[in-house]
């Protein structure tokens, strides 16, 4: 069978080549999978048999379902509804209604035969018609009736009774078909997020209460099956859905019932009763909704006039209970969890919600990753390389000046060769020199080298020639060094952003059950009930609670609640929004969150040159985020309309960056590299940027080619400047950070260049600017930049010689319209 070839290493089998070892592995693999089935194989068809097993199990039953003594609408409908979910067991369903059936009578079985029969001919007509089933209930119902009306004619003569009682049983059919549309894949679909709609649910409970029809007349011990199984299904649903969800399943299985036999109408009273009673019981668990059945029951038999014995429906209602109580509460709870309105059903969204807020957060977080790693790359410098490569780029230096210098002097052999140290270390010290003074100062080092060397001129001219090549090489590499530094920052911000993103995502509400009833009690101390409270965040700077008042008519949110909620978490608290609760009562929800311990005045002056309309001077302020207050001055270079643009540009590109949530130095250097890279044309403009926070009062200020601001305190006057060339006129920009600790009452004044230089006549404006804000009276920003502005034009005598533009603002501890009432503080630190 084997047999060794002429090739070293092959095999042949059965005259076939075959590998050593790929081979042999191969083919033992491939008859393993041969021989045995997958798993996923075998799963399914175990699942198709419990399908099978179920349809028939239900086929059977609704195939014995009698209604009015006489009418089967069970049967076609659910063999219709099989043939549209699953044709490839509409066989074993037919034959399992036929089964059904024929336990009845040989005439059900005909009839249930014959209406089979009929259907599978006109199903077959309508499939050429309407490949989609449109008309399904409307085919049910054509072979419910004719099949009827059939079986009628055939007993006695035709009339317009039995017309009738084909027309209602076609139209019953059809609407069965209907909600078991709805209902019958419930029983065999997994689904791993199931959202019951009521109209679902209600679907359900007929499809059940239809299957009990099949039941009636079997025994046990004289106790009725479809009795107990019917008031144990009651339960289930009045222990999971609550009293509105157990009425009506006991509603609907006593209507099925007392149609299938009339003797059982008291059924529905007892039924409806049980749901109603179990459901409002259900917070007792088991044994207090088990009690809401016995006590219908009892009620139920006393009041039905002796149509069914009580001891028969007490044990009839005993196994019921038995039943329940021993069902295992992971199904009572998942099946909770389908019902729309109930707890389960609440965590199970929850849980969903919860799982695909954790798949969001987590992808952010990978990109926050994968940037925050990019940065990394772009700003990873090691010691060692960089030393390396200053070495090499000392070699590469010396080997260009040599190969024009020392390749055709006679001393070549002798200076490289013998004194090669010596040499090289002489070079060096000729490049540092040559590179700091432009000549060797060193007169031991000249006076060593002229004993060194025979073209020692000639070397010093080279290098000093070539030194100038490498400085715009030097150049180059530095313009990319701060490329990939500015990359690597805006990064890092992008990051940030990102990882603070997913961060709020993830945010969830705690728990505050302690905290909501002290704000309740202090509230209902000073008179105002509170209906609910509710406490998402009691972090410092951003509490977050939310109440409904039983009115607001006279504003009792924020003259007396907010104070309140002030005073007891020492943190000013306003009313954020509110809302009225319903269009006719006066109960009114509020949503009360932390303000910010400073607050912002400001007031703007601005002027084109000359008085015209366009001017190129550009502001912004704006909030950013939580507590960040920003105020920017941008100066287009000229006038006109063109520095309009460029500053207008530089202010919108700044808005769009901060409010994104990028650190603003990033932000500047953004903005300085896409200015600077956007086209080649001189494309100038200056960057004024305070940037205000408002829970410390801590102001950062960041100029790029800007003109000083001034802080005026009391009679106290300070400046900030620095001293940057202006956006765009460089690829790199090093801005400037300046931080100052601002107090309440503070004025901070910003300006552009046409303020600032527009008196000619005065040499130190620094001291001449510090001297009119501070003999200015007035504290209010907009009089201040409206007297500056004035001011200056009535320096340069009348004339507007330059764009001008003056931002004033004003900071001031937040101050509540109304007085805090006093309260015992409360720790919720």
Known sequence: MFERSGVSGVTKMNGQAVSPIGGLRGMTWRKKEESRPSAVKTKARIGNWKALLLIMGIGFLLGRAVILLQLLPFTIPFLAVIFKWRRSMTLPASFAL????????????????????????????????????????????????ATRM????LQQEASLYHLFTASVEGALAMIITLIFLQSVPLFFERRKHLNLRHEEVICLVILIGSLLTGTVGWLIYQLSIEHMVARYIVLIFAFTGGATIGATAGVIMGLILSLANVAHLFSMSLLAFAGLLGGLLKEGRKLATASGLLVASLLMAMYADNQAPLTITLYESLVAVGLFLVTPKKWTDRLAGFIPGTAEHAQEQQKYLRKIRDMTAGKVEQFSELFLSLSRSFSFHDKNEVQAEKDREVDLFLSTVTETTCQTCMKKHQCWAKDFEKTYSLME????????????????LAASWRTHCLIDQKVVETVNSKLKERDGEKRIRHQLLESRRLVADQLIGVSQVMGDFAKDIQREKKVHDQQEADIKESLEDIGIDVEMVDVYGLEPGNVDIEMVLPQNNY??????????????????????????????????KVLFGSTKTFVVEQGVAHTAKGGKWVSGDSFSTMEIGEGKYALAISDGMGNGRRAHIESQETIDLLKRILLSGINETVAIKSINSVLSLRSNEEVFSTLDLGMIDLQSGIVKFLKVGS????????????????????????REVDVDVVSEQLKAGDLLIMMSDGIYEASKMV?????????????????????VADLLMERMIRESEGEIHDDMTVLAARIDHYAPKWATIASPAQNWA
């Not at 010290?429 to 031991?444: F, L, N, Q, V, Y």
Request: net charge negative; proline share 4%.
């Open 555 to 588: 504003n009792e949110a924020e003259k007396v609640v907010a104070p309140l909620l002030t005073n007891i978490l020492n943190e000013a608290i306003v009313v954020k929004y509110t809302e009225a609760v319903s269009s006719s009562g006066p109960e009114t």
């Open 429 to 444: 010290r000729i490049a540092e020199d040559c590179e700091e003074h432009g000549k060797i100062k060193d007169r031991g």
């Open 763 to 783: 040499e130190n404006k620094d001291i001449w600017m510090k001297r009119m804000i501070r003999e200015m009276e007035t504290n209010d920003p907009q009089e």
């Open 150 to 153: 059939i079986s009628l004619s």
């Open 98 to 145: 036929i089964a059904g059936s024929t336990s009845l009578s040989f005439e059900y079985a005909g009839h249930t035969t014959m209406a089979i029969l009929l259907y599978f001919l006109l199903q077959s007509i309508m499939l050429k018609v309407d490949k989609k089933d449109l008309f399904l209930p409307v085919t049910v119902f054509t072979v419910v009736a």
């Open 707 to 730: 003109t000083p601001s001034y802080i005026k305190r009391g009679d106290q006057v300070m400046s900030i400047e620095a001293g940057n060339l202006p956006i765009g006129m460089i």
